[in-house]
């Protein structure tokens, strides 16, 4: 199975073409069923939720649990960046398979592990594997895309995952009230539903006509491969810095906020109110949004997209009201939706094609390592400097932004110059 893109010679003319609806219809089979799947994956991502639960109701510690937990978040580090090398040796839909097929095993397996070693072993596997299909995802979704829809792509196939993570937690605790083997067992028939989606609707390859593609692509350091060639690329290394620090501030509103929330002596329906908020408008106002900034140049997402967090968090050092966290909240959504489909999409814009697969990987590892180690420093820092802990987040923010505008080029500096891509048939 073979799916070939072709390229017209006629250059682009721009047209309001990039819409919602319009790039959805014309985007091939593959893409959609890659648009499912995530969504599908993310239903019913049931495991991290509610696995301390559920080690618990075993007769495990509250650390015990606490440190499987830690060991999921390991995995999935490890998982971006073995998926990154995976994807680029053996293609989006074999990755796929081998992600789905052995997480939907290993799902299981944790409900018959017989000694807490082995329960951590397949916790850490099924993390691992299953983190496998993401930069293959992501590299098929731009190997098939049009380049000037690259950023809508994104940004629908992020709407998915949020849909799905926003309905987990019921569809979870509905399964839960039956049984955790109910629950466990849901998880692996999702994972087995989307193997099959990408069995049936994946290209096993792609074969493409790409000599004005790699006019745009920037040739990988000679002398190095894999990571190493990754590395090699300053510009992109300082990107992943970027993301990195951004990710251990962005996630400061799960464990810091509340926290803060709290010892001010205000009612914790503020904190679930301003979680809804960020919620709501991602998910109502993302794809929306993405439609005007797909045209922006990438420099300029880039600083409202990383420098608005910085905005929203100094927001919350102004005073402990709830007016002043609602209105931070909604800055650094604001941000979100602005930079997050760009800031996303950049990496499979930016390598050569031959390493496509690494450079997601890695962005997508350290910005999961930033998420596993960023509520441990802003809880421990928050317990040293109590409020101030938001202005060292902005500081820290900032930086980032500052990296952000460092290491991000423009990957499509002439809109009118780009060909046409037709879309993708699988044969």
């Known amino acids: 199975m073979t799916?070939?893109?072709?390229?017209?010679?006629?250059?682009?003319?721009?047209?309001?073409?990039d819409g919602v609806f319009v790039t959805l219809r014309e985007t091939p089979r593959a893409v959609k069923a890659l648009l499912l799947g995530g969504f599908i994956s993310r239903l019913a991502a049931f495991i991290q939720i509610y696995l301390v639960l559920f080690l618990?109701?075993?007769?495990?510690?509250?650390?015990q649990a606490g440190l499987a937990l830690g060991v999921y978040g390991g995995g999935a580090v490890v998982g971006s960046l073995?998926?990154?090398s995976l994807s680029d040796r053996l293609g989006a839909r074999a990755v796929t398979l081998i992600s789905m097929g052995g997480s939907a095993v290993l799902i299981v397996s944790i409900l018959y592990a017989p000694t807490y070693a082995m329960l951590l072993a397949a916790v850490f596997m099924v993390s691992t594997i299953g983190q496998f299909y993401r930069p293959a995802a992501q590299t098929l979704l731009t190997e098939l895309t049009p380049r000037h829809r690259v950023v809508m792509i994104t940004a629908m196939y992020r709407l998915g995952l949020n849909l799905g993570m926003t309905a987990a937690p019921l569809i979870g605790a509905a399964l839960l009230s039956l049984s955790y083997n109910a629950l466990f067992w849901g998880e692996a028939a999702a994972a087995l539903a989307f193997g099959a989606i990408a069995m049936f609707a994946l290209p096993g390859r792609t074969v493409r006509v790409k000599k004005e593609r790699e006019a745009t692509e920037q040739p990988a350091p000679q002398g190095r491969s894999g990571y190493l060639a990754v590395l090699a690329d300053w510009r992109?290394?300082?990107?992943?810095?970027?993301?990195?620090?951004t990710s251990i501030v962005y996630c400061q509103y799960t464990a810091t906020l509340p926290l803060d929330i709290a010892a001010a002596?205000?009612?914790?329906?503020?904190?679930?109110?301003?979680?809804?908020?960020?919620?709501?408008?991602?998910i109502t106002c993302e794809l929306a949004m993405t439609k005007v900034v797909q045209k922006w140049p990438i420099r300029l997402t880039a600083l409202l997209g990383l420098g608005l967090v910085s905005v929203g968090y100094a927001i919350y050092a102004i005073s402990p009201l709830p007016i002043w966290f609602m209105v931070g909240t909604l800055v650094w959504t604001l941000s979100e939706i602005i930079g997050g489909p760009t800031t996303f999409a950049y990496p499979a814009l930016a390598g050569p094609e031959r390493l496509r697969g690494r450079y997601i990987g890695a962005m997508q590892s350290v910005f999961g390592l930033g998420t596993a180690i960023g509520p441990v420093i802003g809880t421990l820092v928050w317990f040293q400097v109590g409020r101030s802990v938001w202005l060292w987040a902005a500081l820290v923010s900032a930086v980032a932004t500052v990296a952000g505008l460092i290491g991000m080029q423009n990957q499509n500096p002439d809109r009118?110059?780009?060909?046409?891509?037709?879309?993708?048939?699988?044969?």
Do not use: C, H
């Not at 799916?3 to 073409?17: I, M, S």
């Not at 992109?236 to 620090?245: C, D, H, K, W």
């Open 82 to 84: 073995a998926g990154g």
């Open 265 to 282: 002596g205000i009612s914790l329906w503020w904190y679930g109110a301003a979680v809804s908020l960020n919620g709501f408008i991602v």
């Open 56 to 63: 618990t109701d075993r007769g495990f510690s509250a650390t």
């Open 236 to 245: 992109y290394s300082v990107y992943l810095v970027a993301m990195l620090l």
């Open 3 to 17: 799916a070939v893109l072709e390229t017209e010679e006629t250059p682009r003319v721009d047209k309001p073409d």
């Open 416 to 427: 009118s110059e780009e060909p046409q891509t037709a879309a993708a048939s699988a044969t």
